[in-house]
Nanobody, 125 residues
Framework: QVQLVESGGGLVQAGGSLSLSCATS?????????VAWFRQVPGKEREFVAA????????YYADSVKGRFTISRDNAKNTVYLQMNSLKPEDTALYYC?????????????????WGQGTQVTVSS
C-alpha cells in the first residue's frame, strides 16, 4: 500500500524558513515519474507549488515560489523535501505531497495518483 506522509509544517514569522518532508512507502521510490508539492487554503482550489520529475531530473516551480522554494529528494530515505525560504504570509496553507507513476501535466492535480494528508504551514506577519 502506497503511503505519503508529510512533516515539518509549523508556525514561522515572515522572512523565516521551513523544511517540509514527504516520506514515501509501498513502492520503490524511483518508480514514481513525478513527485510534487501542492498547497491549499480553505475556500480555494489546491494549487501547484513544485515538482520533481525523475525522467530528466527536472524541477518545476510555481511563479509565486520560484527563487524561494527548492524541491529535492533523498533516494536512500525515500523522501522528497521542500525547502521554503523567505516565507510570506500568503504562503500560509495546508501543504500536500503527491506522486504519480505516469508522467503527465505536472501542475494539474488529476495527474497524481497518490496524496498525503497534508502538513500545515502558517506564516505570521
Amino acid at each position: 500500500q502506497v503511503q505519503l506522509v508529510e512533516s515539518g509544517g509549523g508556525l514561522v514569522q515572515a522572512g523565516g524558513s521551513l523544511s517540509l518532508s514527504c516520506a514515501t512507502s509501498g513502492r520503490p521510490f524511483s518508480l514514481y515519474a513525478v513527485v510534487a508539492w501542492f498547497r491549499q487554503v480553505p475556500g480555494k482550489e489546491r494549487e501547484f507549488v513544485a515538482a520533481f520529475s525523475w525522467s530528466g531530473s527536472s524541477t518545476y516551480y510555481a511563479d509565486s515560489v520560484k527563487g524561494r522554494f527548492t524541491i529535492s529528494r533523498d533516494n536512500a530515505k525515500n523522501t522528497v523535501y521542500l525547502q521554503m525560504n523567505s516565507l510570506k504570509p500568503e504562503d500560509t496553507a495546508l501543504y500536500y505531497c503527491a506522486a504519480t507513476l505516469n508522467p503527465g501535466t505536472y501542475w494539474r492535480q488529476n495527474t497524481y495518483d497518490y496524496w498525503g494528508q497534508g502538513t500545515q504551514v502558517t506564516v505570521s506577519s
